[in-house]
């Protein structure tokens, strides 16, 4: 069993800047606001002590608005961690799915200038590219938070998304309408324990990091979806709606197995649509035509590869479904802006940093 009392010893990083919140306690005020990571900087700048407490502590973010996945430590689908107390918080995005969770006081959530009170129990999923920020944390609040990649969600857990429709639409739009925040979806679990049990459990398995701990990982997140989904729907909060009457994962799932090849008559035929109106499907619940899809699941795929195997480039853009390397490097290069060979390098010394 895990305890509050386990968490609440102090970090080497909040120590820091509780000092400095201490010294300087107008530079962790919200105001009803949260800064922009310029902003914030132009707010630090006059005080030499934050700018030497982010280089000890965060210098591997490099002060980046935008974050991404090659910000994860490990290899895994799933990373878990204790938001920093005493942190001045900024409004950022990220190319991956962030799940904040309320262990004890209240969590100050913002998009925009927009402020969202989290209470214990509390569960937001925030989808990629959503302009969003935590405000300073007190000693006495505790939130975890978990980081899904979004290169890899749809393999992990596309099973759990077969069950619900609100769900569906949500990562839907998320994974396959990159260019645009698709939202936030908040539940209010009252405390669960089930739940609750679930996140600290997760936090434990993440730190320990023992053998399985990734597939141990999927297996809680998936719980903790399921736990949502069957006690907690009503609760859910969502700008997204979704047709009920059809269940787009089987669809995205065969997408996402047949990429390489796939034609939209042979997508429509198996599932006894036309051509046409598995267009209007397609367009209506991903925002994306059907090569537009089929595009971002082969580069989605290609992206992996080159980050997570030493295929050489050719068998990867083999794999992928491409015949031809010149518009592979192409459409690689404006989706990424960069090589393929300069992702991988990139992907590397991230990985071993």
């Known amino acids: 069993m895990i305890y509050f009392s386990d968490l609440m010893p102090l970090t080497a990083v909040e120590l820091d800047y509780r000092a400095l919140m201490q010294a300087y306690p107008f530079i ?4 009803g606001a949260l800064r922009t990571l310029p902003e914030l900087i132009a707010a630090t700048a006059p005080y030499p ?34 938001h920093p107390r005493f942190v001045p918080g900024f409004l950022h995005t990220h190319d991956f799915f962030e799940l904040i969770y309320v262990l004890s006081g209240t969590v100050e959530h913002y998009t925009g200038q927009e402020c969202q009170q989290l209470s214990p129990g509390d569960i937001c999923i925030v989808a990629p590219h959503v302009t969003h920020g ?16 979004a290169s890899t969600f749809a393999e992990t857990f596309f099973n759990i998304l077969q069950e619900d429709a609100m769900l569906t639409a949500f990562f839907t739009r998320a994974l396959f309408n990159s260019g645009n925040g698709s939202g936030m979806l908040h ?18 398995e993440f730190r320990q990091n023992k053998l399985y701990a990734d597939k141990m990982l999927n297996s809680l997140m998936t719980s903790c979806f399921i736990l949502l989904l069957r006690s907690h729907a009503d609760s859910a909060k969502t700008a997204i709606t979704a047709d009920r009457r059809t269940n787009l994962v089987p669809i995205l799932h065969y997408l996402q197995n047949n990429s390489e090849s796939l034609t939209l008559h042979r997508l429509a035929q ?8 598995m267009t209007r499907l397609l367009l209506q619940s991903t925002g994306k035509n059907f090569t537009q899809l089929i595009q971002h699941l082969r580069l989605t795929k290609a992206r992996n590869l080159l980050s997570h195997s030493n295929l050489p480039i050719q068998e990867i853009i083999n794999r992928c479904g491409y015949t031809n390397p010149t518009y592979f490097y192409r459409l690689f290069n404006q989706q990424f802006q960069m090589t393929p060979a300069e992702f991988r390098s990139q992907a590397q010394d991230a990985s071993s940093g």
Do not use: P
């Not at 962790?28 to 105001?31: G, L, P, S």
């Not at 935590?134 to 990649?149: F, S």
């Open 28 to 31: 962790h005020e919200n105001k």
């Open 49 to 82: 002590r934050y700018e030497t407490a982010y280089l000890k502590h965060f210098a591997r973010f490099e002060h980046e608005e935008k974050l991404t996945e090659n910000l994860f430590r490990r290899k895994q689908a799933v990373e878990v961690m204790m």
């Open 134 to 149: 935590i405000g300073t944390c007190q000693k006495d609040t505790l939130a975890i938070n978990v980081v899904l990649r």
């Open 187 to 204: 539940f209010r679990t009252e405390n669960n324990a089930e739940i609750r049990q679930i996140m600290l459990t997760m936090l434990y």
């Open 270 to 277: 198996h599932f006894s649509y036309s051509d046409r109106q």
